[in-house]
């Protein structure tokens, strides 16, 4: 069974919640909308406190090519134009929402029958898709239209559908995969039009059985369109990982997907293309998991941009008394945040409660370089060096090696038999390396 070839490493799956139906949960009673929910430029405010606005209307414009519309995910009064703590532990700006009653936008289509035909061009899907807000839902955020635009001279020869989910924890791909299967499907050859590309591929790894099973039956009629299941090896969902795993190509250090011909799009990403595409709908909201072994009641929930993760946490069963870390996203590559007032956001895949004895971190010892780290680095680079050099901030040798290679997948850290938190000092570096490199380009 296919996967990649350098490094990775296997952790404890522990999808919990896989056998969990989405559920929708309540409207929160006010919305905070993030404007800074993707890679680029800051979208720009085009509405003013006080103002009422509806479920699905615009907020913010993108402030640039690279950059993604925000719309409101509920109906209501804008009560305050500020600041609020996003995942990252620092006050972004925010739009905070008095949510009313949930008043749709008049474009939006809200029906549940299926739109299987798209008679768009694909430039007029494109602008709908950047219309919409849409970007990476697998937590990347880049803004989904730019990747749908190769620049001259590049053309893509393959769409690759990332349903890996190799994260432990997270089980939200999955749910979607078995109860939105034929608007996927729909939104791959929405994408495949997009580019114009006569190839795709989903790649499922092997821990999903049902999900396989389901979309090559969806897919059966469609032969340009292959469902691959993939042997289980976290980060597979890394996109060099998994075009590596699918097609055998592997994309330079400094180099970009479509450089080697390849497009990637997350399985949540085509669902919400669907939507955009064929309904009308902006990216409003979500399906996040809320997991953690001591929840009373973990699930998957169908959730609106700008809720606070207290409600999500309080619908999984409220805050256990063992608490000791809530982190958005997994625990391989998440965030632990600093309370719960912090916004789903469009890159919200998951929130994961851990108890006192898993969130503890173990005494640090010094690396006695066994390697460990370099054998599972899936980037190939050597993450002792690098968070030494981080430590010692020592920035130039830093990007000599290479540091914004790392995807930050944390197998370096996971794999350290002295418990040092490598990961850390690598995306410090990064953060301070790639602020280097963005004045030098100014």
């Known amino acids: 069974m296919k996967t990649f070839t350098i490094g990775g490493i296997h952790p404890p799956e522990s999808k919990l919640t896989a056998g969990k139906s989405i559920v929708d949960l309540p409207l929160p009673k006010q919305a905070v909308v993030l404007l800074g929910q993707h890679i680029g430029a800051p979208a720009q405010l085009v509405v003013e406190r006080g103002a009422v606005v509806k479920t699905g209307q615009l907020l913010a414009k993108a402030g640039g090519f690279v950059s993604a519309n925000i719309h409101s995910p509920v109906s ?9 703590v996003d995942a990252s532990g620092y006050p972004k700006p925010a739009v905070f929402i008095d949510v009313t009653e949930d008043d749709w936008a008049e474009e939006i289509v809200r029906t549940e029958k299926l739109e299987r035909e798209c008679r768009l061009t694909p430039e007029e899907i494109v602008a709908k898709i950047a219309e919409a807000g849409i970007v990476g839902m ?9 990747k749908l635009t190769p620049p001259p001279g590049k053309k893509c020869d393959l769409l690759i559908i990332n349903a890996v989910e190799c994260e432990p924890y997270l089980t939200a791909d999955h749910r979607l995969m078995l109860e ?8 791959i050859r929405i994408l495949m ?22 979309m090559r039956h969806l897919t059966i009629s469609y032969p340009t369109i292959e469902v691959l299941p993939l042997q289980m090896h976290y980060p597979q ?3 060099k990982q998994l075009i590596e795993a699918v097609s055998g190509r592997q994309v330079p250090s400094g180099a970009l997907p479509i450089d080697v011909g390849k497009v990637v799009q997350n399985v949540g990403t085509v669902y ?10 902006p990216l409003i909201e979500r399906i996040v998991t809320v997991t953690g072994k001591s929840l009373k009641h973990p699930g998957n929930f169908r959730v609106r941009i700008g809720t606070p993760i207290a409600d999500l946490i309080e619908a999984a069963g409220g805050l256990p008394e063992n608490a000791g870390k809530i982190i958005s996203g997994g625990p391989m590559m998440g965030k632990a945040l600093v309370g719960m007032d912090v916004p789903v956001a469009k890159g919200t ?19 006695i370089r066994c390697g460990k780290c370099i054998g599972a680095c899936p980037m190939g680079l050597e993450p002792y060096l690098l968070s030494a050099l981080a430590e010692r901030q020592v920035w130039d040798r830093l990007e000599k090696e290479h540091i914004m290679d790392c995807i930050e997948c944390g197998c370096c850290t996971f794999t350290c038999p002295a418990n040092r938190p490598l990961l850390d000092y690598m995306r410090v570096g990064k953060a301070k ?5 963005r004045s030098r380009k100014k």
């Open 76 to 84: 209501g009064k804008i009560a305050k134009i500020g600041e609020a």
């Open 138 to 146: 697998g937590g990347a955020c880049f803004p989904a239209s730019v």
């Open 180 to 187: 939105k299967g034929p608007e996927i499907v729909i939104g």
């Open 193 to 214: 039009k997009a580019l114009g590309v006569d190839r795709a591929v989903i790649g499922i790894e092997e821990n999903k059985p049902d999900a396989i099973e389901l």
């Open 237 to 239: 969902g890394g996109e």
């Open 272 to 281: 919400a293309v669907y939507e955009a595409v064929q309904k009308n709908k």
């Open 349 to 367: 895949s998951g929130v994961l409660v851990m108890d006192e004895a898993e969130s503890v971190r173990k005494p640090v010892f010094d690396c």
């Open 433 to 437: 390396v790639g602020a280097i490199i």
